[in-house]
Every structure is written in structure tokens, then in C-alpha cells.
């Protein structure tokens, strides 16, 4: 099997090295991020530099971690919708790494939401391509198919615009 890298996935090892670190581990039913940074501890292990192992940075970038599990979790009822389901409070719209806008100010920004309806093109794509060999998730891959054809159709002469990474959407936010 031949391994690579994901789009926009930045490590600092090879991906043939890293899969087949995790294929070895897999075999034995011992795939778990614990074991993983485990066996790449020594020095000269193959997926050693991939990792931070300096404690004080280490501890930094965990909390980032957890603060940014906490930004994606908050939910909200956006009681202007027909059907008013819990949806992220806080989405990215930017290309700005980890900066989050609140889902009520997007859905009143056009050029915002644009970004955020082709987030969502990208995840459906994402799902089609890894459910797609499974033949209980065939309609559901149809649809977003069906889904995907049909937005890129009406699409296809708009340009989309970006969202400016200089926005600042609390200045609308009435306090």
C-alpha cells in the first residue's frame, strides 16, 4: 500500500514511515494514539520529530486543543430556522487558522455564508469519497452526489466571494 499525506496536512514525517508505524500497530489491535507516541519516543524512531517533546510547548498546544474541542462543541438553537435543531454557535469562515465567527452572524453575510455552504461541498465530498465502496451508505453517497452536481450547477457562474480576514463580527453584536 502506498501512503500519503492529506491535503493540508503539515507533519514532519513521511507518510510511508507513519503508515506503516500505525499498520504494525494495527495488527495487533494496538492502534491508539498512546501506543503511537510510544514507539516513536526514541530518538531515532521514524515519527519521532513529528511530535513536540518539550513539556512547557507540549502543554501550551494541548490547551489550545481543548480550547478549541470547547469552541466546537458550544451549540445553539437559531430560533429563526423552520426546523430549530442545535447547530455550532461558532463556525470557521476564514482562512485564518482557528478563528471562529458566531453561526448567527454568518447567516446574516452573504459573502460569509458562501464560505460556509462550500465548507459544507467540501465535507459532503470528504464523505462520498471514504463511504462511497460501502454498499450500505450507497444512497446516502447518491444523494450527496445528486447534492453536490446540482449546488456546483447553480454555482457555476458565480464567483464565491472570501470572507475578509480583517472582519470583526462582534462590532454587529448588539451588547
Not at 82 to 93: G, H, K, L, W
Amino acid at each position: 500500500m502506498v501512503y500519503q499525506w492529506r491535503t493540508g496536512a503539515v507533519v514532519k514525517a513521511s507518510a510511508e514511515d507513519a503508515g506503516a508505524q500505525c499498520e504494525a500497530l494495527a495488527v495487533d489491535n494496538k492502534l491508539t494514539p498512546k501506543n503511537l507516541v510510544d514507539v516513536n519516543r526514541p530518538d531515532d524512531a521514524p515519527l519521532h520529530n513529528a511530535f513536540e517533546w518539550k513539556d512547557d510547548i507540549a502543554a501550551e498546544k494541548w490547551r489550545e486543543s481543548q480550547a478549541q474541542y470547547i469552541i466546537r462543541s458550544v451549540v445553539c438553537v437559531v430560533e429563526e430556522q423552520p426546523d430549530p435543531t442545535p447547530v455550532r454557535a461558532f463556525v470557521r469562515v476564514v482562512d485564518e487558522p482557528k478563528n471562529y465567527t458566531p453561526y448567527t452572524v454568518v447567516l446574516r453575510h452573504q459573502d460569509m455564508k458562501e464560505v460556509l455552504l462550500n465548507n459544507a461541498r467540501r465535507d459532503m465530498e470528504s464523505f462520498t469519497n471514504r463511504y462511497r465502496s460501502l454498499c450500505e451508505m450507497s444512497k446516502v453517497v447518491q444523494v450527496m452526489d445528486e447534492t453536490l452536481k446540482t449546488t456546483m450547477v447553480q454555482n457555476i457562474n458565480t464567483v464565491v466571494p472570501q470572507a475578509e480576514t480583517a472582519y470583526n463580527p462582534y462590532r454587529e453584536v448588539a451588547i
